[in-house]
């Protein structure tokens, strides 16, 4: 397989609509694609309180909106049900073993680019990754919450290598 394209979770309400990060990190790796079109997607999230508490995993709903542009169903791989960033990368390991890519390209937003890498770096050897950034389109004081989030949560990744 040329390639697989892994588009990170991100939140979406009770009824499974899609948050602006969500949408942000599909419509980038959607942009990916279209100049890639063999590459096949992987979408990630499952279950959590704070980003997912609708019936179906946050995978689902992001492989719709990937099909809803115009992405067949088949080029749309098993979901990884994680929870969180570092479930991200370790739950997506046994997929990219069963397909051996030639490239991974990795995408989720910029103020989470850092984190993301760090883990899956850590935790997915072996791997011709590339990092793709999502430009983020909300609003300065959302931006900064988000932003110092990251902050703490790499200076504890650091710290202790299995936080996440």
Known sequence: ?????????APNDAQ????????DRLQTAIRFYRHNQDFKFLC???????????????????AQYLIAQGVPET?????????HTLED?????????RFKPRQVVVI??????Q???????????????????AGSTLDEETLQ?????????????RQKPDYC
């Not at 397989?1 to 979770?9: D, N």
């Not at 990368?89 to 073993?97: G, R």
Request: no cysteine; proline share 5%; charged share 10%.
């Open 1 to 9: 397989m040329k390639g697989i394209i892994i588009v990170l979770g």
């Open 16 to 23: 499974g609509q899609l948050s602006q990060v969500a949408l």
């Open 44 to 62: 990630t999230g499952g279950f959590g309180p704070h980003f997912n508490t609708a019936h179906q995993p946050h995978a689902h709903y992001a």
């Open 75 to 83: 080029d749309i791989l098993p979901y990884v049900l994680s929870r």
């Open 89 to 97: 990368a370790t739950l997506a390991q046994p997929v990219l073993d």
């Open 108 to 113: 989720t937003s910029d103020f989470h680019m």
């Open 115 to 133: 984190r993301a890498a760090l883990l899956f770096n850590t935790h997915v050897p072996n791997q011709n990754m590339l990092f793709l950034e």
């Open 145 to 157: 919450q988000l932003q110092e989030h990251e902050r703490r949560a790499l200076a504890l990744l």
